[in-house]
């Protein structure tokens, strides 16, 4: 059976500071990963995806992720931080029956 | 560009009350799905479909039920509407490539049962 957990859920970071969002995750067989982001009162939107090949993967608005099967881990990064990058952030695990498992979620805050 | 669209942002129901909510995806894909969104559980699956007419319920499908007589449309059906339904309800649609393709997320609606 596939699981995510997210630690921390709650981020706050100073505009122009590190963003690192952490994933690990539990899967029987080789995982699909995601990370999608939600703004206040809208859907999902799609940040990256890994499948396969290239363990860095890079995604929208600066965002990137790294898959360490070692670890287990899929952690969201981005450089600097933005006032408009503020919002929920959910990492996924999919499996060759199409389901999603999805993280409980981290909330970014960026502080100005 | 890709869209699933639900049919209601906002909806109040009364307790006891039948709710629809619907989802349409212009897509063609196989797979659509419903989940519920709550502060602190994250998405959590109530029912999906891999083809017309066909449903597989997921982890929470007790007081719901579904519909999808045409691919495009997938409704999701309180029988009976409580107050502990009271949530963000979110449509997700995906192609049929064993797991690799993501979920393409309609904006949600958020229902309050009272």
């Known amino acids: 059976a596939q699981s995510v957990t997210q630690l921390g859920s709650h981020v706050s970071v100073s505009e122009g500071a590190l963003v690192l969002l952490r994933c690990n995750y539990s899967?029987?067989?080789?995982?699909?990963l995601f990370w999608y982001v939600q703004y206040p009162n809208q859907g999902l939107q799609l940040l990256l995806k890994?499948?396969?090949?290239?363990?860095l993967v890079k995604g929208i608005n600066g965002f990137e992720a790294e898959f360490k099967k070692s670890e287990t881990s899929f952690h969201l990064t981005k450089p600097s931080a933005h006032m408009s990058d503020a919002a929920e952030y959910f990492c996924?695990?999919?499996?060759?029956?199409?389901?999603?498992?999805f993280g409980t979620g981290t909330s970014l805050t960026v502080i100005p | 560009d890709v869209k699933v669209t639900q049919s209601s942002r906002y909806l109040v129901k009364r307790t006891g009350e039948k709710v629809f909510l619907e989802c349409v995806q212009d897509?063609?894909?196989?797979?659509m799905f419903w989940y519920r969104q709550d502060p602190g559980l994250g998405l959590r699956l109530i029912y999906f479909s891999y083809d017309v007419k066909m449903k597989e319920k997921g982890d929470i499908p007790e007081g719901y039920s579904v519909s999808r007589e045409k691919k495009e449309r997938f409704s999701l059906i309180l029988e009976s509407a409580s107050t502990n339904q009271t949530s963000m309800y979110l449509c997700?649609?995906?192609?049929?490539?064993?797991?690799?393709?993501?979920?393409?997320f309609g904006p949600g609606t958020r229902l309050t049962v009272t």
């Open positions: 996924a695990v999919s499996d060759a029956g199409n389901q999603f498992y």
């Open positions: 897509m063609d894909h196989e797979n």
């Open positions: 890994y499948t396969t090949g290239a363990t």
């Open positions: 899967s029987s067989v080789p995982p699909y």
């Open positions: 997700a649609s995906s192609g049929s490539d064993r797991g690799k393709t993501e979920q393409y």
